[in-house]
């Protein structure tokens, strides 16, 4: 069974940081495209930052540029997303997701791969 576990949201301050991790299992990802979406209450699941399968290549929505950075360990088989300076708009449960065929795409359904989501909740 191939699965994406998300981990590292919590509850934080406005201002603070979080660092999130997505860990793959069931096969390797390390030649895959991979991604961050997040879903707040009553909206739809949007676009957050996504990643070459080598890292050298990043794209991040408008909303989070400059304050959010998106990385990855293959030999861990690991992606994460470091959040500085958290506003309350970022609160969400946020997704990894795997598998593109371009690792920009903002569209769901382009992604194959999905984990169940880390709640993050910014306080004011």
């Known amino acids: 069974q191939v699965q994406l576990v998300e981990s590292g949201g919590g509850l934080v301050q406005a201002g603070g940081s979080l660092r999130l991790s997505c860990v793959a299992s069931?096969?390797?990802?390390?030649?895959?495209?991979m991604a961050w979406f997040r879903q707040a209450p009553g909206k739809e699941r949007e676009f957050v930052a996504g990643?070459?399968?080598?890292?050298?290549?990043?794209y991040y929505a408008d909303s989070v540029k400059g304050r959010f950075t998106i990385s990855r360990d293959n030999a861990k088989n690991t992606l994460y997303l470091q959040m500085n300076s958290l506003k309350p708009g970022d609160t969400a449960v946020y997704y990894c997701?795997?598998?593109?065929?371009?690792?920009?795409?903002?569209?769901?359904?382009?992604?194959?791969?999905w984990g169940q989501g880390t709640q993050v909740t910014v306080s004011s």
């Open positions: 997701a795997a598998d593109s065929p371009y690792y920009g795409s903002e569209s769901r359904g382009s992604w194959k791969y």
């Open positions: 069931g096969r390797t990802f390390s030649n895959s495209v």
């Open positions: 990643i070459s399968w080598s890292g050298g290549l990043t």
